[in-house]
């Protein structure tokens, strides 16, 4: 079992940036990987970005990628997300999710079991 909490969604100015936490608990040890949703009003879930907890490998949306940066810190069992030139597009309840499966596509969410509460994020033009 994994417990995950975010922290660190807010109100954000167009062109600004932001960075989102992710705290991790429990049995974090057969965590392969940890990644970063988000859904909009209306819209579906969708992938932003993800790592491989040992390898540190990384995995971006198309929408994100050159302004986001996903890490890890196992010293303090945080997942970290930093994105800049934040746009309205990027409002959306953000959550935080792991997953224990070895070697599964990261950048899909069915393939992970934990998954926080979500930080909303709202930028604002």
């Known amino acids: 079992q994994v417990s995950l909490v975010e922290s660190g969604g807010g109100l954000v100015q167009a062109g600004g940036s932001l960075t989102l936490s992710c705290s991790y608990t429990g049995q974090t040890f057969a965590t392969f990987g940890m990644g970063w949703f988000r859904q909009a009003p209306g819209k579906e879930r969708e992938f932003v970005a993800a790592?491989?907890?040992?390898?540190?490998?990384?995995y971006y949306a198309d929408s994100v990628k050159g302004r986001a940066t996903i890490s890890r810190d196992h010293a303090t069992r945080t997942l970290s997300l930093l994105m800049n030139n934040v746009n309205p597009d990027d409002t959306a309840l953000y959550y935080c999710?792991?997953?224990?499966?070895?070697?599964?596509?990261?950048?899909?969410?069915?393939?992970?079991?934990?998954w926080g509460q979500g930080t909303q994020v709202t930028v604002s033009s």
């Open positions: 790592i491989t907890i040992l390898g540190g490998t990384t």
């Open positions: 999710a792991a997953t224990t499966r070895l070697r599964t596509q990261l950048t899909s969410g069915v393939n992970y079991a934990y």
